[in-house]
């Protein structure tokens, strides 16, 4: 069992940034995927950004590219959602998720998520 824990979220003014962590505990996967996905009120999760921890390659959401950076700390077993620039439609529940997807932008393909942290951007 792995058990993922947020931190970071808060609010903050458009233009703004705030750096999300995912702390990972249990069992870990040295060949994982770690994502973030965020999910709007009465909205559907949507793929923000993920990474590899085997090769270090990361993904983004077009959305993102360009504002957000993801990165992972190994020895920590922390990944970390840098976002920058930040626009009041990213307001939303971010999740942290962990798994072994072949594709890394679907939800359904990690098996343990976090309980989320609020991330609110004010106009």
């Known amino acids: 069992q792995v058990q993922l824990v947020e931190s970071g979220g808060g609010l903050v003014q458009a233009g703004g940034s705030l750096r999300l962590s995912c702390a990972a505990s249990g069992r870990t996967f040295s060949s994982s995927t770690i994502a973030w996905f965020h999910q709007a009120p009465g909205k559907e999760r949507e793929f923000v950004a993920a990474?590899?921890?085997?090769?270090?390659?990361?993904y983004y959401a077009d959305s993102v590219k360009g504002r957000f950076t993801i990165s992972g700390d190994n020895a920590k077993n922390t990944v970390y959602l840098q976002m920058n620039s930040l626009k009041p439609e990213d307001t939303a529940v971010y999740y942290c998720a962990a798994g072994f997807p072949g594709r890394p932008y679907t939800s359904e393909n990690y098996p343990y998520w976090g309980q989320g942290t609020q991330v609110t951007v004010s106009s």
């Open positions: 990474i590899r921890w085997t090769g270090g390659s990361t």
